[in-house]
């Protein structure tokens, strides 16, 4: 069973710097896709980045984060993480680690088995 534990959330002034981590579990595998997701409040789940290491690493961005937010994934350690820059409060709201038994990455929260419990994070201007 994987159980995922994300943490790292916080508050800060718009422009700053945020790294989430997320610690996996049981047997995450390299061929396992891995994806944070962000909820805003009163919304779903959106897709954020995601990341597979099977035949080489793959990284996908929502257009709103490509150049801000960076995956990376270090498989010795379990632990997935997102840096995240130039935050701005449409960043606020409760980040989610997610992982998959597949190897490509799903831009939709259906497309994942395993959930972790989210870390809130909040942006002022």
């Known amino acids: 069973q994987v159980q995922l534990a994300e943490s790292g959330g916080g508050s800060v002034q718009a422009g700053e710097s945020l790294t989430l981590s997320c610690a996996a579990s049981?047997?995450?595998?390299?061929?396992?896709?891995m994806a944070w997701f962000h909820q805003a409040p009163g919304k779903g789940r959106v897709f954020v980045a995601g990341?597979?290491?099977?035949?080489?690493?793959?990284?996908d961005y929502a257009d709103s984060v490509k150049g801000r937010f960076t995956i990376s994934r270090d498989s010795a350690k379990n632990a997935l993480y997102l840096q995240m820059n130039s935050l701005t409060p449409e960043d606020s709201g409760v980040y989610y680690c997610?992982?998959?038994?597949?190897?490509?990455?799903?831009?939709?929260?259906?497309?994942?088995?395993?959930w972790g419990q989210g870390t809130q994070v909040t942006v002022s201007s």
């Open positions: 990341i597979t290491l099977a035949g080489g690493t793959t990284r």
């Open positions: 997610a992982a998959r038994a597949a190897p490509n990455i799903e831009p939709w929260e259906d497309g994942y088995e395993y």
């Open positions: 049981g047997r995450i595998f390299n061929s396992y896709a």
